[in-house]
T-cell receptor
Framework: DVKVTQSSRYLVKRTGEKVFLECVQD?????MFWYRQDPGLGLRLIYF???????EKGDIPEGYSVSREKKERFSLILESASTNQTSMYLC??????????????FGPGTRLTVL | AQKITQTQPGMFVQEKEAVTLDCTYD???????LFWYKQPSSGEMIFLIY????DEQNATEGRYSLNFQKARKSANLVISASQLGDSAMYFC????????????WGAGTKLIIKP
């Protein structure tokens, strides 16, 4: 089974703090993704990476950065957390090509609250 | 324009009944993939089923089947013999060939199974 883990299920931070959200997958997938999910707005892609050290902006990259130094790990960084970044953050990974059309497999999510 | 439309924001269904969740999509590509995911209240996004645009048969996975009507551009999820544990949000998503592995997501349908 594909396993995607995220470092925290719940996180509370203060405005202005630097926040790291870690995601690790154990299936040697090339692609990794960070989404945020807000009520009424659905899933919105923040960043994705298709290879080590490669990254692409998604729909809402402002206020975020990412790091992928190893294939299995994809980190989302909030340089200076703000209250409007309070959200559910979901990490996903997918293989490149394959019989199931690059299915994305998700971690359990991190509910981040910024006070 | 919306590429993935889920017209049912919420549904109530009696336990043991079958349920159909609607999804229509918009693409000009001939090759694409369609996905359904389930998100229980715990937050994790769980992959349910995949249909490729060239697949001649409707996809099935246990109690889940995908009613794929290509000419109508619809990919409805059918859950047979619903169970209380099926209560969750359900998301339809699409991957197009030039999308850089990204998925386009619908807004979701909240399904509640009544005992």
């Amino acid at each position: 089974d594909v396993k995607v883990t995220q470092s925290s299920r719940y996180l509370v931070k203060r405005t202005g703090e630097k926040v790291f959200l870690e995601c690790v997958q154990d299936m040697d997938h090339e692609n990794m993704f960070w989404y945020r999910q807000d009520p009424g707005l659905g899933l919105r892609l923040i960043y994705f990476s298709y290879d080590v050290k490669m990254k692409e902006k998604g729909d809402i990259p402002e206020g975020y950065s990412v790091s992928r130094e190893k294939k299995e790990r994809f980190s989302l960084i909030l340089e200076s957390a703000s209250t409007n970044q309070t959200s559910m953050y979901l990490c996903a990974s997918s293989p490149s090509g394959g019989p199931v059309g690059d299915t994305q497999y998700f971690g359990p999510g991190t509910r981040l609250t910024v006070l | 324009a919306q590429k993935i439309t889920q017209t049912q924001p919420g549904m109530f269904v009696q336990e043991k009944e079958a349920v159909t969740l609607d999804c229509t999509y918009d693409t000009s590509d001939q090759s694409y993939g369609l996905f359904w995911y389930k998100q229980p209240s715990s937050g994790e996004m769980i992959f349910l089923i995949y249909q490729g645009s060239y697949d001649e048969q409707n996809a099935t996975e246990g109690r889940y089947s995908l009613n794929f009507q290509k000419a109508r551009k619809s990919a409805n999820l059918v859950i047979s013999a619903s169970q209380l544990g099926d209560s969750a949000m359900y998301f339809c998503a699409m991957r197009e060939p030039d999308s850089n592995y990204q998925l386009i997501w619908g807004a979701g349908t909240k399904l509640i199974i009544k005992p």
